[in-house]
């Protein structure tokens, strides 16, 4: 994957940030490391929900979380043509309206993969943009 054009998933962050699995942890922190990626305003605006409503960090230590985020990694904004092109892929692939959002960025910033746990491992979107789980093996 090194050189390609990768989006990761809100959920594929919280792993590298939280405590919650450390297997899963591992494994995407090392992902992480070995390439480049690219992330949405979406996926920020997820990451600071579930930090601060679902993993309970207080709202100076998840600003940071978000600071570091902001930081280090590309962020894509998200418009009016990607939610436009998000309602279609969720009549066409049947996933939720997040997770559309997601493919519909990835897609806009000519990624070729996508890091998610969430959608279905090596299903090809558009005939562009792979979906990869970076935990099947880990299971």
Known sequence: MTGERIFLDTNILIYAH???DLV?????RDLISANDFMISTNVINEFYNICNRKLH???????????????????????????IVSIHFQEKYGYNFFDCLMLASALEHKCKYI?????????????QLTILNPFVQAK
């Open 57 to 83: 960090y207080s709202v100076p230590e998840t600003n940071q979380k978000v600071k570091f985020l902001l930081n280090n990694y590309p962020i894509v904004p998200v418009n009016s043509q990607t939610d």
């Open 24 to 28: 899963k942890q591992r494994i995407v």
């Open 115 to 127: 890091i998610t746990e969430d959608m279905q491992h090596g299903q090809i979107i558009e005939n």
């Open 18 to 20: 939280s405590q919650q």
